[in-house]
């Protein structure tokens, strides 16, 4: 081995190995059977402990945290003679702590989402005594909106929370540890009411008064509150006579920003930035009480009272606003991030856990299972393809396959990022892309030694015009994943999340590590000939002569769809026939029962009473007991309820409750999607015509971008299918394919227009370049195809909507790249393809 191919080996073994470790052990291990395997010494006690867990697992399975707490408790054993150094010696709970150590070592580094795992369930009353009637809708809302943010604080998590009835929340979290469920609970719950008092001049006279005279009474206008700080480890109290009411009015409602800063020791304190009309009041405070304290009032408790410095007050005289301030205390650095939080984001009205719950996958465990078999059939598929078509360049391209994908993963686990579906649809298009450029790369190799370079030479041809084409295909798709991360919101941050991170290391596994591994082979002898089956030979079709067919039939398709789009109310955001569960809400059935019916057979009895669009989710009490939580169309539950129970009259099934529930994605977060991809869509244009050097391919490559949608779109409406967030997830798919398809056609045209030099006759030209990549074009899009045929027929009823809008859209965005985005530079270069059309 050379020292260029040593370096190169070097970093590519040091980059595998950093992926290897982030994301081992990918999964969740068992936490009963790491607990056993852990402890230091096993006598009678311990045996008789793990007897009385497995009792605990038999009943309630996933409950094991709580099962070895339990268990401990019950037969007082002290986890420390069974795991010593584990817990602190002045820990006041040990064995939490060390059942929190075992738990945390158990924990996988790859996060599930909610419909591929899983999570807990919180669901959560609110207290509407103090809100007019007016205003109670807008308080639900707002407290639905506040509640998502604070709970996707810190990652990509895509919680679903809806509103059940007139005053209740439900909030779904997904793959939530044991040892997180009281964090979350706090996070969720606590208010965040902010107050800023001013404490009385004579505060200490006034103590020492009431601590003396029984009768002494507190001045009006003011109430006495205790303020708890810690100086050297000591806890010291203090009473303050604070204000009833903040002074001037100035509460959390006017804190723009808060965040975790550190004083001088390096001690977390939360840094407040007020708004414009905040930072005036608290300007106004501050100059009309010099020396005076102030007390900073979160739900009802002190947490810090500084003295108005003089200083202070003269800058808010002179300056007239103030927009920052500081709340000190004895914070841990958890602590004081879930508080900055919960300050940014606070709540109108106070709020209360009434259930919390384990549950299933929102998919189904059934739909999860044949998800995951469907997809390891069409990857085998695809890749054994790529072998028999390739051969030994096949494994290679195999092999940067297996490697993109574990460089993804690694980097998810790294931060900790949630995968869901639409994040499992980001992978599926980084693959997608990631076969793709390397059929472009063989593809030119191919045509390099077809025009007589010795192996080495067409390699590296091969490579060098490849590259700018895989280069633009994959930073157009990054742009556009990185503003979804951005401006998007759930599905759409989750998608972008996968999509930018998988592309960057396909561009690094496609291109650095196939050509490394091709030139070390060549150097040992290894590979002296590049053979490759040739299904598709060199064509001469007239496809811009069939461009006025193709787009009537495709503005015709595009017709028909949205007349029956905007019959069924698709105008109607959430609301029209179109539109599933998940953007309308509708009925919410709670059941218990005595025998568990598959989710599968559920969903083919509901389908069979006509409720095609439903939701079947197994949840779990704290107690071990299970129920069944059915989300249904509006007015679809007085059918669905009585058929299960006639169809499955062993199981039970017995009615809990039923209530109106609200849209998983609601106005706001449909508007805040259409305009992070509708930006992204702009930023590509603009990218593509600046670097193919016309404003035409820009608004080409969008022009077939928009028109592949609208008609995969079309498609799915005249299918008879509604809208769910599976099909979001496809569509985000349909348009990175659609984006890359239209390139590399792009990329062909302006290579051939430089040979070509002189007047070109643009008609001639475009025809020519589609022909050049036909063959890339059908080698990617039957492989994709492929695939996406396999999940349609194994991956499962839940999956299905998913699998035939992306089968439809790849199919139609084949077409557009060619009979759109090529037409619409031919139009733009009309003079110049008359002029050389009359010439001939």
Known sequence: ??????????????????????????FNRDLVAEFEQRAMTKDAAFNKMMETVRAKETAAPLRSFQNLREAAEELKIDLRNYFPGVAKSDSKTPNVDILNQVDRACGGK?????DLKGGTSFLLRMDMTQIDSAGRGAAINQAIEIIGKRVNKFG???????????????VQLPG??????????????QTAYLEFRIVHADNDQLQAQAATDARFLPPIGYTNMTHVTTRDGQSFTEHLYV???????????????AYVASDDIGRPNISLNFNKEGAVIFAQVAAAYPDRRLAIILDGEIQSAPVIQPRLSEDARSLGSIRNA????????????????????????PVKVLEERSVDPSLGRDAVRSGIYASLLAAAGVLVFMVLYYRIAGFIATFAMGLNFVILMGVLALFKFTLTLPGIAGIALTIGMSVDANVLIFERIREELAAGKPLRAAIAAGYQRAWLVIFDSNLTTILSGAILIWLGTGALRGFGVTLVIG????????????RTLFDWMIAKGLFSKFYSMQLFPKTKIDFLGARRWVGAAMALLILVGGWMFVRQGGLHFGRGQVYGIDFTGGDGVMLKFAERVSPAELRRTLEATGAKDSFIQY?????????????LAVGEADKVVPAIQKQYPAAQFTVLSKDEVGAVVGQELGRQGLEAIGVSMLMIMIYIAFRFGEFAYGVGALVAVLVSVAASLALFVLSGRTFSMTVVAAILTIIGYGINDTIVVFDRIRENRKLAGGRIDYFALLNRSINDTLARTMLTGGSTIFATGVLLMLGGRVLNDFAFTFLVGVIVSTIASICVASPIVLWFHRKEAKAAAAKA
Do not use: H
């Open 243 to 257: 204000k009833l009411r903040p002074e001037r009015g100035l509460t959390g409602k006017y804190v723009e920003r």
């Open 1 to 26: 081995m050379n020292k260029q191919s040593g370096w190169k080996f070097g970093i590519i073994a040091l980059i595998t190995v950093a992926a290897c470790y982030f994301m081992w052990p990918p």
């Open 619 to 631: 949840q779990r009490e704290g107690t071990g007991l299970e129920v069944l939580s059915l989300r």
């Open 326 to 349: 500081q709340i000190t205390g004895q914070f841990s650095l958890v602590e004081a991030r879930r508080l900055a939080s919960i300050l940014e984001n606070p709540l109108q009205a």
């Open 110 to 114: 790859i996060k599930l989402g909610l």
């Open 176 to 189: 939530l540890a044991e040892r997180d469920r009281v964090e979350a609970r706090r996070t969720i719950e």
């Open 503 to 514: 592309l960057l290391a396909n561009l690094f596994a496609a291109v650095f590590v196939t």
């Open 156 to 170: 990509v998590s895509e919680p679903i929370i809806q509103r059940v009835g007139e005053d209740r929340i439900l």
